[in-house]
């Protein structure tokens, strides 16, 4: 059974940090470019991080250079989006997506959100 569960979300300060996880499982994970999206209210869902390749090359929205890194674990199948800085334009729900290097399949999690707010 595939899974793509995201966790992490909540309510932070500007200026603040999360980090975001999602767990995969159910497919073979290396075989999956793992990135987040995120939509925000009345906006459409737009594209955060993502790993390009299998080597762990990444790709980073302009609007989070410097401010978000991605990571993985590979034994845990599992990849972090460690969010700092954060602005109150960075509120939005945050979706974990795997899609497949080679064939057209994708998996979306549920979504998990962010909020920053004072």
């Known amino acids: 059974q595939v899974q793509v569960v995201e966790s992490g979300g909540g309510l932070v300060q500007p200026g603040g940090s999360l980090r975001l996880s999602c767990e995969a499982s159910g497919f073979t994970f290396d075989s999956f470019a793992m990135s987040w999206y995120r939509q925000a209210p009345g906006k459409e869902r737009e594209l955060v991080a993502m790993f390009t390749d299998a080597g762990g090359s990444t790709n980073y929205a302009d609007s989070v250079k410097g401010r978000f890194t991605l990571s993985r674990d590979r034994v845990k199948n599992t990849v972090y989006l460690q969010m700092n800085s954060l602005k109150p334009d960075d509120t939005a729900v945050y979706y974990c997506?795997?899609?497949?290097?080679?064939?057209?399949?994708?998996?979306w999690g549920q979504g998990t959100q962010v909020t920053v707010s004072s």
């Open positions: 997506n795997a899609k497949h290097f080679y064939i057209n399949i994708q998996y």
